[in-house]
């Protein structure tokens, strides 16, 4: 007997794409549950042509309070959650069906990879796994107000199913940047916040309120891998005002001190540096390191596992 899955959203103004995401899981969905937060243009228009469970919930700049609230509205075996500028192809559709199948009441929650970025052709070239499908019985909690997320926890199956976020909108970008201002002056924040905060500046071109923030993030107890995507973006604001090879190289190699070994992304850059210093022989062992060492974890930029390090190695050849 498959397990049932209710799909939990929550919106607003998402008449340009919501239509879309519900069309990819009305294979599956056993369950729609619809939370808005205070739409203004055509959404709930388009959410009633799909499902009469629609809720409204009053903002309060907390991301996991309404995803909180929308999953308390679940009926159904385990819950999906999904964003309004979410699709799922064809062949992800019948992956899904097929997990119903597969799944069991003792799993605590299944994960699917998050493609976040895609090539000019539309290709997917960076994702990440996420927590998707949550068992309801195991009482799954949202927690952050940005950047929200449900900690992994029990018994968790890895999926390669791809759920892609295409947007065909710019997000706000003050929206989040807004709530961590306004979190930073209420409380401490946490290692996780701190980073999310650190990339939000750095998404507005604040790089040296950013640097500071990626800085008190890497000296506090948080995630490994997290703080390897920091030292790369840091490096990518180090560029940008003009730091030479050997400073970034210096900063880069702060990631020996995490105990793990180097992503593809920081494996190239510190390669880079290395390019640019003509150490040859530094840069080379660290462009195979990123083809056949490093590990695929947390943000994958595919470029840097093949395409990127093999047209440096032959750049290397040529001189």
């Keep these: ?43 709930l228009d388009v959410a009633k042509k799909y499902t009469e469970n629609i809720h409204h919930f009053d903002w309060i700049d907390d991301f996991a309070a309404a995803r909180n609230f929308s999953f308390s509205k679940a009926t159904r075996d385990f819950i999906m959650w999904l964003d309004a500028d979410d699709m799922i192809t064809e062949e992800d559709q019948l992956q899904i069906l097929q997990l119903k199948e597969e799944l069991h009441l003792d799993i605590n ?30 009482s799954p909690t949202w927690v952050g107000q940005v950047h929200e997320i449900i900690p992994l926890a029990g018994t968790v199956v890895d999926t390669e199913i791809v759920i892609e976020h295409r947007k065909v909108k710019p997000r706000d970008v003050l929206r989040n940047v807004t709530i961590y201002e306004k979190m930073s002056n209420e409380k401490n924040l946490d290692a996780r916040e701190t980073y999310y905060f650190a990339r939000e500046l750095y998404d507005i071109g604040d790089y040296q309120k950013a640097l500071k923030m990626f800085a008190s993030f890497i000296d506090m107890e948080g995630n490994l891998i997290d703080k390897q995507d920091a030292l790369a973006i840091q490096d990518d604001i180090y560029k940008r005002v003009g730091a030479d090879a050997k400073h970034r190289l210096a900063s880069l190699n702060r990631c020996h001190d995490f105990g793990c070994s180097p992503k593809a992304t920081l494996a190239c850059l510190i390669a880079d540096c290395h390019f640019e210093l003509n150490q040859v022989d530094s840069a080379k062992h660290w462009y195979r390191f990123a083809m056949e060492h490093s590990p695929r974890v947390g943000f994958i930029d595919e470029k840097y596992y093949n395409e990127y390090p093999s047209s440096k190695l032959a750049e290397l050849d040529r001189r």
């Design 1 to 43: 007997m498959s397990i049932e899955i209710s799909v939990c959203m929550i919106v607003r103004d998402e008449e340009l794409t919501l239509g879309r995401a519900l069309d990819c899981v009305k294979s599956f969905a056993d369950e729609i549950i619809i939370v808005d937060t205070g739409s203004k243009d055509a959404t």
């Design 109 to 138: 929650m299944v994960t699917a990879q998050y493609a976040t970025g895609f090539d000019e052709d539309g290709a997917i070239n960076f994702k990440f796994a996420r927590e998707r499908f949550l068992n309801r019985r195991h």
